[in-house]
């Protein structure tokens, strides 16, 4: 009775907190599981670390310094990273990669990890990125495709040399590598030698209305400089002429004035060094460039802006005399430098920006008559650009696009040394020879002795051989103590080696992936539209498609097919904060035992800014990590992972209050494993403090 009458006057509320207290009591006397886990959490449940090898920096002292550190603080494991970027060397003898002296250091790591029940994993190539080192010959790096074109008249034999595509190591045509790596300790490094094979030849008859620059004759004139029309329709994308920078708030300009009206269709701008730099991903903000159009030569009006990171625009015809681009000089921009924009993700550089020359280099300028595929370079995958659903190319009449009957298979007719004999029929006819070159792109940052050519993505072949070796290298490090006991995993980092967009056997992977030849399609992605703009838009889409899941097939789930030979498994990243590649990055994930992702302290990545954020993360950061919990949830892993808390800034310049609020918002988007990413001149020296 009295307690019934104790209940009627606290009420619910509070026989709810005395039922609470009793299961608090009862829970503490049985042991609960709950509680047991909050104060000794299991392995799986521990954070893990990243674990930089700087520069040869490395002693055994240091490594049994910081693994017992490790395990005495919490962490559940370490993600290993033999790199080198500007590191001093503080030890008396530098262990170099794969050496003798380096391998033993290595095993001990491996056994002392072992035995304190750590968890060790290693990057999938020296460095971090991507999968790379000096066992990847040419004919197995990643590639580009690159073509040159003959004209020839119909109804006469023809009988020559086909003009050879360019051989140049590089991004783009016969643009040259600007260099693959972050480490300073790379740049003396050659370039590997050119490389080139032959993938197909077609001819196709050109409609009526396409005329070249060379045909028309056009006038040059410029605001300044000295521009040669030859020279800027050239198809030479390496080497430029300075147009010189108007005064702030002013156009430069380069004129074409034609004779008689010329109706275009098109425009393609290459400005020279805004290929190859690899963590361009599009700079934002107006380009002040734009194509313009007049009849005298005076007042003139826009056709078209040229976006910023655009080379080819497509647009609705317009005719005229006087045609010419415009650059506005605009005040010049805080904090540009080192992160500039071109063709998104390409390979090369990564430094900071020389100071740029007092005007634009532009190295070739064509107008187009005909069709032509707006931003073909994006679509053709030479970038990983975002945004090209709303980058359709204008709609084209049947005068100004090539027959699909009118593209012929020549592949069989030329000889191994370019030649060609054949007899056009009517019309006028351009031949395209068709090959693929090595783009040059090299693992890093990584010592210069581990330092070599990324292997083609591409290819499942060269991918398992370059992964076999790689994995045999720390087989003979460890002693073999890999799979269950010591390095049981591999990470795959952030993309970032840049795009590609061939492989040996690219036209039979198409044809097997989407059911349809490309050889008739061949034409489009190098610019002109075949039967329609619409059509041509889809073929660079099944294309762009093809490439992805030959990426995410052959590099990523082959990877986990060759752990688990060994009784290994992978965490994986990949898009970090922006579109690093055309691959899906849930694709990317969906066979790694953790989906991983990343996330910077501050707001601009690699440029991040060392004052503390106010809370939570920037956007590009949240979606990766949702995206590897979506991968989580659909394709059956418990865990979701990040490369977490990393800053550009200055050393102390965060504190655990400061960095809260980035791990409470990677914890809302669904991480449950954090992977700090600890950083110092030289981990394995350093002895962490508790």
Known sequence: MELQSNIKRCGVAALAVMLLGVWAVLAQNSGDPLERGFQNPPNSAKPR????????????????????????VGIGGFQNFDAAMNSPQIVEKRLVYMTPEWKDAFRYAATLADQLGLEMAIAGSPGWSESGGPWVPSSHAMK????????????????????????????????????????????????????????????????????????????????????????????????????????????????????????????????????????????????????????????????????????????APVAGRFFRVTILAQPPQPGRGGLPGGLAGLPG???????????????????????????????????????????????????????????????????SDGSLKWIPPAGNWVVLRLGYSIIGTTNHPASPEATGLEVDKLSKTFVKEYFENYLNQY???????????????????????????????MMAEFSKRRGYDMQPWLPVLVGHVVQSAEASDRFLWDFRKTIAEMTAEYHYDALTDILKERGMARYTESHESGRAYVVDGMDVKRKAAVPMSATWVGNMGMMASSTPPPGGIAPGYAADVRESASVAHIYGQNLVAAESLTAGSGAWTWSPETLKPTADAELSNGLNRFVSTRRSTSPSMIRSPD
């Open 49 to 72: 670390v990243w674990w930089h090898w700087m520069n040869g920096n490395i002693t055994k002292e240091g490594i049994q310094a910081d693994l017992e550190w490790m395990n005495r």
């Open 144 to 315: 580009k495709f690159v073509w040159s074109e003959t004209r020839v008249e119909g109804g006469k034999p023809f009988t020559g040399i086909l003009a050879h595509p360019p051989t140049e190591t590089g991004p783009f045509q016969n643009v040259k590598s600007a260099g693959g790596s972050l480490s300073a300790n790379t740049e003396a490094m050659k370039p590997p030698p050119p490389w080139y094979a032959d993938a197909a030849v077609v001819a196709f008859r050109l409609p009526e209305i396409d005329r070249t620059m060379a045909e028309l004759q056009p006038k040059v004139t410029s605001s300044g400089g000295n521009f040669d029309l030859a020279k800027l329709t050239d198809g030479d994308y390496a080497n430029a002429t300075l147009l010189p920078a108007a005064a702030i708030g002013q156009k430069a300009w380069i004129q074409f004035e034609f004779q008689n009206p010329v109706t275009i269709r098109g425009l393609s701008l290459f400005v020279a060094g805004s290929f190859g730099r690899r963590f361009g991903r599009g700079m934002s903000g107006p380009s002040g460039q734009a194509l313009e159009v007049g009849d005298d030569g005076r007042q003139f009006r826009v056709v078209s802006e040229i976006p910023t990171g655009a080379h080819t625009i497509s647009f």
């Open 349 to 415: 550089g990564g430094r900071a920006m020389p100071p740029e020359p007092a005007g634009t280099p532009i190295a070739e300028l064509v107008l187009h008559t005909a069709g032509w595929v707006n931003r073909v370079e994006e679509k053709a995958a030479f970038s990983a650009a975002i945004g090209l659903a709303a980058m359709a190319t204008p709609a084209v009449g049947a005068d100004a696009v090539i027959r699909g009957g009118d593209v012929i298979d020549l592949s069989s007719q030329m000889g």
């Open 475 to 505: 087989k003979d490090a460890t002693g073999g103590l890999m799979g269950k006991r010591g390095l049981g995993y591999v990470i795959t980092d952030s993309y970032e080696a840049g795009q590609m967009n061939w492989t040996n056997d």
